[in-house]
């Protein structure tokens, strides 16, 4: 027993400070939100997302005015490290035509419950008695060129987001899992050899292997303030194609010879880039027996229904795609997908029908670029380079424009991405030398913040017609975003008219070409 009184007292007046300052020494900081965006928005529904940098509670606060006066609050999922902490939580019941503002926290998970500071973004909702107006675009953080601050970050972002979409959709090549991001560019001759500077990390120091490397592609675009305001305004659709995992994926990838990974199995790869895919995109899960499924339609009332189709997941391998009957071989869409489709644009009433593709349809995309002399080619895509009947992978799709005409589906437009360039094509059966189908519009948008590319050629097969393109100049490829020729797409659909007018618009927001369209 202590004999010194006055020692034992001193003791027990410092050991409650003590504990308090070892509390406050071991006590977590508060969660912080590190990414807020919105997706899937339909009637009356939208997919809110956000990430938190640890562990914590989603917790959502939402309300129709700015004050949030009579807001409603819904307890959201947990955030924890099986998903990098990532949560999404969708919101129904939403009034349509309206303004909607959400806030977004997290909650720590100790018993002191701290909240993160909250980020707000908003988003409207479309009424039935409303025109429409959306945009579309493809492949962000290309060849190289990322967040460039002296360039003014992704800066096609913002000019999307003055445009005021009320969504947007993204065509593919969300990132560009399979490609270096430097800290700095020498552009060719043609741009005058100016530098490109980029913020970089480690993540997009190497190509993507783990699933901490997919991941911190998604991180990596959502450092950027652009992406940052875009995403907190612009509810978004995302679909897939092929950087999401290496370039030009399909069954026949082979990486044996690629020094730059040590993961050689293309499937494995796949599997960590759906997985990180499926955690940083705002899409609303299927369902149980396809929980990774991206092909899905989603409804804005009588005037639109879109159609996101995954033209990356279920297709044969790249090869000569010259068969002259259709087999597993032949497959892009697959026959799930193809009698999906079909039977969805039936049942649709809607006025216009917007079929969201990742590839052009008739744009001839070499596998291996360039092809080995003495060799024959190989191909990406759906087109195979002969202006002749279908063959290969035409097959499948001359099959669903014939089920398409059958079916007398009318108003159909295909939008896309992927080639790096600006292009409107008018399909004509009159003019194609495989003509079972009624004729359609497909647009091309891209790139967002990439290499701009061009100097590719039509496959004349389903009779599509150039009527117009923008492109870097003959002989200029890769061209970096200094040169301008970044493009994104902008469509209006009028209530009254039921008139769409599609704008092809550059990196300032300027139209470069603008096309009517009058519903049949």
């Known amino acids: 027993m202590m004999k010194n009184k006055k020692l034992r007292n001193a003791l027990f007046t410092l050991l409650p400070m003590t504990f308090a300052s070892a509390m406050l020494v071991s006590a977590p900081a508060s969660a912080a939100v590190t990414g807020m965006q919105f997706g899937d928005l339909e009637k009356g529904s939208v997919m809110v997302w956000a990430r938190s940098d640890h562990s914590g509670r989603m917790m959502i606060q939402y309300a129709t005015n700015s004050k949030f006066t009579g807001a409603r609050i819904i307890r959201g999922p947990y ?302 895509a759906i087109a195979n380079g002969n202006n002749g009947v279908a063959l290969g992978r035409e097959l499948e799709l001359a099959r669903l424009l014939k089920g398409i005409k059958t079916a007398n589906v009318k108003n159909i437009v295909w939008l896309t991405g992927d080639v790096h360039y600006a292009g409107a094509y008018q399909y004509d059966p009159t003019k194609a030398a495989s003509s079972d189908f009624n004729g359609f519009w497909e647009f091309i948008a891209g790139p967002l913040n990439a290499g701009s590319f061009g100097g590719y050629t039509i496959d004349g097969t389903f009779g599509a017609q150039e009527v117009f393109k923008k492109q870097p100049p003959a002989g200029q490829a890769n061209l970096s975003p200094y040169a301008g020729l970044q493009f994104f797409g902008e469509v209006n659909i009028d209530n009254i008219s039921k008139v769409m007018t599609v704008n092809l618009k550059d990196i300032n927001g300027v139209s470069v070409f603008s096309q009517p369209l009058t519903p049949q």
């Open 79 to 380: 955030a924890l490290e099986n998903t990098d902490y990532t949560a999404k939580q969708e919101l129904r019941a939403l009034p349509l035509g309206a303004n909607v503002y959400v806030k977004v926290w997290f909650e720590d998970l100790t018993n002191a419950r701290t909240r993160s500071a909250a980020v707000v973004g908003h988003f409207h909702t479309i009424a039935n008695t409303e025109n429409i107006r959306f945009a579309w675009g493809a492949d962000t953080a290309g060849q190289g060129y990322g967040i460039n601050t002296a360039f003014g970050g992704m800066k096609i972002y913002e000019a999307i987001r003055q445009a005021k979409p009320q969504f947007f959709i993204h065509s593919g090549d969300t990132i560009y899992a399979d490609s270096v991001i430097p800290p700095s560019i020498t552009t060719s001759a043609a741009e005058g050899g100016v530098v490109w500077t980029n913020l970089v990390t480690p993540e997009v120091s190497k190509v993507a292997e783990t699933l901490d490397e997919f991941r911190g592609r998604y991180k990596y675009n959502f450092l950027d303030a652009n992406v940052q305001a875009f995403n907190k305004e612009v509810p978004q659709i995302w679909q897939w194609d092929d950087h999401e995992v290496v370039n030009n994926w399909s069954n026949s990838k082979d990486l044996s010879a690629d020094a730059r990974y040590t993961v050689k199995d293309v499937p494995l790869l796949t599997a960590r880039a759906a997985t990180a895919f499926n955690e940083y995109s705002a899409q609303r899960p299927h369902d149980f027996t396809a929980p990774g499924r991206i092909y899905r339609k989603i409804s804005y009332g009588p005037l639109l229904d879109v159609f996101v189709v995954d033209m990356r997941s279920y297709r044969g391998a790249n090869g000569m795609n010259n068969e002259t009957t259709e087999s597993a071989a032949t497959a892009f869409l697959g026959n799930t997908q193809v009698a999906w489709l079909l039977s969805e644009l039936r049942k649709s009433k809607a006025t216009w029908k917007v079929i969201a593709a990742d590839q052009p349809l008739s744009v001839n995309i070499n596998d291996v670029f360039p092809t080995p002399v003495g060799a024959q080619p190989t191909w990406e």
